[in-house]
């Protein structure tokens, strides 16, 4: 995040503890106490794995116990620490902050029940899949009325963007459905292909020299358009893995398990990772006929989906981590519908060929097809890996949505301290058996055990910047703060952070924290015009360690209002863990 010479990060020399009696409402949030705390964040690493628990028709199957689970990671059990059953967590209801206050809390941005949101994506999607998903979600809405549900409307383009905030109104969720307006995927060819470089040269004669000519400019034009696929290509995969981390950073902060309906053309790459585990077998066990088969057809030499995990492997597996830290499971809904593999061919230039035995038809429409089963392969990857459920083949694409919000009644929240303590980055697979009849479990299959936090060539200040574009908070890491006038062109921000969302390392006794607190200013436009930052980078004694999570940890900031100044943007960094939180809000409320 750029910023101004004079805005240097402050190292704080002290906190305030205590709260003055004209702010008692900033205080600490509590955890409900029938739900096990699970957001305290120290040197115990905690995995939580949601899994979905249904019998063969499909309904979901209640009363189990955590004595009904094994879990094991590697092919070793592991004691299970945490044991939420369906509906016992999430019972906050929404609770607006006090006039005058920011509030990125779970209860002041989270909906009172499990985290449903849809994302409409534009990035991956063609313009007429786009409008079919809308015209879907529309009939979806109106038939809403006595669902209950509440859902956050998203949309994909050149980043994620917030339609909607989570609302269980049909009419709002309708409203914010007919505020998307399909559009041309982003950084699609446009340019015209560059002609020929061969001047016109009446020497040149015949069809020989002519066909000559004529495949020179083909060949130009095919190299041309392949450099702009491959850069559209390129663009929509950083696209799409910076909107995986922003879910995780929106969502991350709230109870329990998210479901993200993530409704697409396609996806350009898996989640997958290169050095799992297991075998072929194994790997077809838990996906049905994409083992071997998986290899050769969806993950093959030049795939577009094992292509772009190769380029970007560190940036989809940072991805993935996010996405499993933040309990996240992925449904993506295909929004080719029910089809044949002959669709779009009419206007094809084969088309219109002499060919009298459609040879070139019939090819063209096995490639199509071919590339569609790819596609959803990819789909139902990516599904797999976070424990959602892919939705293909399928003209009623708002079934599938009422398919993954029912899932939310049949998920178990299980949580373990892995006995394997060696945090070495490395792919570690999970698995869960329920001992309870024949029925169908489903769960994320590993995780990345990575150290927390940044790697050393990463930059945090541009995590923070990308986090605040967004128009939602972040929640990972949870604070209030208020803003108050102190001298003309002036404002005092004031931070109170819920430190059980900061981690907190041993040091001799003490407790040691790392946090990068940051108040920005920006104009109508969107643009950061002023930011100030303060850091806190110190160890407490056990007694004063003890009163920041009872009452926070309170950190105040002074700073001049810009002109044209009238949007105040609040962010707040765990050093340690990369964890952020951000809340926006009119300037001067």
């Known amino acids: 995040m750029s910023r101004n010479p004079s805005f240097r990060t402050v190292i704080i020399l002290s906190l305030i503890i205590n709260i003055s009696p004209g702010s008692t409402f900033l205080s600490a949030q509590g955890t409900p106490g029938d739900v096990p705390s699970i957001t305290i964040r120290t040197n115990t690493r905690l995995v939580i794995v949601d899994v979905v628990v249904k019998d063969k028709k499909g309904q979901p199957v209640p009363g189990l116990k955590a004595d009904d689970f094994t879990l094991e990671e590697g092919g070793k059990k592991q004691k299970i620490s945490v044991f939420i059953p369906p509906g016992v967590a999430k019972k906050l209801a929404p609770a607006p902050p006090p006039s005058g206050v920011f509030s990125n809390h779970p209860e002041s941005v989270g909906p009172a029940g499990s985290p449903l949101v849809l994302v409409l994506d534009a990035t991956n999607s063609l313009f007429t899949q786009q409008a079919y998903a809308r015209a879907s979600m529309l009939n979806y809405a109106a038939n809403q009325s006595q669902s209950g549900h509440s859902m956050a409307v998203l949309a994909l383009t050149d980043r994620l963007h917030v339609l909607q905030d989570f609302t269980s109104d049909p009419t709002t969720l309708a409203t914010a459905l007919k505020n998307f307006r399909p559009q041309e995927p982003i950084l699609r060819p446009a340019a015209a292909p560059p002609g020929s470089t061969m001047s016109p040269d009446s020497s040149v004669r015949g069809q020989a020299a002519l066909a000559n000519a004529l495949a020179s400019a083909q060949a130009e034009i095919a190299a041309f358009n392949n450099l702009q696929i491959g850069h559209e290509i390129e663009r929509r ?75 970007y492997a560190k940036e989809i597996r940072d991805a993935e981590s996010q996405l499993a830290s933040a309990n996240i499971a992925i449904y993506p809904v295909d929004l080719h519908g029910l089809v044949g593999g002959a669709e779009n061919l009419a206007t094809a230039s084969f088309a219109h060929s002499n060919d009298i035995n459609n040879a070139s ?32 083949n399928q003209n009623e694409i708002q079934q599938g949505v009422a398919l993954a919000a029912a899932d939310e009644t049949a998920s178990y929240e299980l949580g373990y301290y892995p006995e394997n303590k060696k945090w ?89 924290m790392n946090v990068s607190i940051y108040a920005s200013v920006y104009d109508p436009s969107g643009k950061n015009i002023g930011t100030r930052s303060i850091k806190v980078d110190r160890a407490f004694d056990a007694v004063t360690y003890q009163q920041i999570l009872d009452k926070g940890m309170m950190v105040p900031i002074d700073m001049d209002v810009p002109v044209g100044g009238k949007e105040l943007r609040l962010a707040v960094l765990d050093n340690k863990t990369g964890l952020i939180g951000t809340v926006t809000g009119p300037l001067g409320q």
């Open 237 to 311: 995969t950083l696209i799409t893995i910076e909107a995986m981390r922003s879910l995780a950073r929106m969502l991350g902060g709230l109870q329990g398990r998210k479901t993200v309906v993530w409704l697409t053309g396609t996806l350009p790459f898996d989640l997958i990772p290169e050095d799992r585990p297991m075998s072929d077998a194994e790997l077809d066990a838990v996906l049905p006929g994409q083992g071997s088969a998986r290899s050769a057809a969806v993950n093959g030499g030049g795939a577009q989906a094992s292509e772009q995990r190769s380029l």
């Open 361 to 392: 038809l019939a090819n063209a429409a096995l490639g199509q097809s071919s590339v569609l089963v790819n596609s959803q392969g990819t789909l139902k990857e990516i599904a797999a890996e976070t424990g959602g459920k892919a939705y293909t």
């Open 424 to 512: 070495d980055g490395k792919y570690r697979n999970i698995k869960v058996k329920v001992a309870h009849g024949d029925t169908e479990v489903r769960y994320r299959k590993g995780y990345f055990a990575n150290e927390p936090g940044p790697t050393k060539d990463h930059n945090p200040e541009q995590d923070v910047a990308s986090a605040l574009q967004v128009n939602a908070p972040a929640t990972q890491v949870s604070f209030m703060a208020q803003a108050k006038a102190t001298d003309p062109g002036k404002i005092r921000v004031v931070f109170l952070v819920d430190a059980h969302t900061l981690s907190a390392e041993d040091a001799g006794g003490s407790k040691k």
